[in-house]
Nanobody, 125 residues
């Protein structure tokens, strides 16, 4: 049984930093592809960043490029998202996702097979 458990969310002031973690069990993060998505109240879930874990190739949404960094620790089977220079518009529930099927895009939620329960990030101005 695959489980993805996010942690590290919280409340921070604008300009601050947080590091999210996603611990995987029943799934090896090197398998193919993992990602972070976010969803703000009243909005659709949107991609934040994706990493193809065998190659290390990563992609970022324009809104977070240069501020967020996705990384992996294969020994801990854990995915991370370092978030710096946070803005109020970054406020959302952040979800970890994993995919073992090939094909699809880095930014389409429907292409991912497994999801965590989410961790809340709140950025105040």
């Amino acid at each position: 049984q695959v489980q993805l458990v996010e942690s590290g969310g919280g409340s921070v002031q604008a300009g601050g930093s947080l590091r999210l973690s996603c611990a995987a069990s029943g799934y090896t993060i090197k398998s193919y592809c993992m990602a972070w998505f976010r969803q703000a109240p009243g909005k659709e879930r949107e991609p934040v960043s994706t990493i193809y874990t065998s190659s290390g190739t990563s992609y970022y949404a324009d809104s977070v490029q240069g501020r967020f960094t996705i990384s992996q620790d294969n020994a801990k089977n854990t995915l991370y998202l370092q978030m710096n220079s946070l803005k109020p518009e970054d406020t959302a529930m952040y979800y970890c996702a994993a995919r073992y099927t090939y094909g699809g895009s880095w930014y389409t939620a429907a292409d991912f097979n497994y999801w965590g329960q989410g961790t809340q990030v709140t950025v105040s101005s």
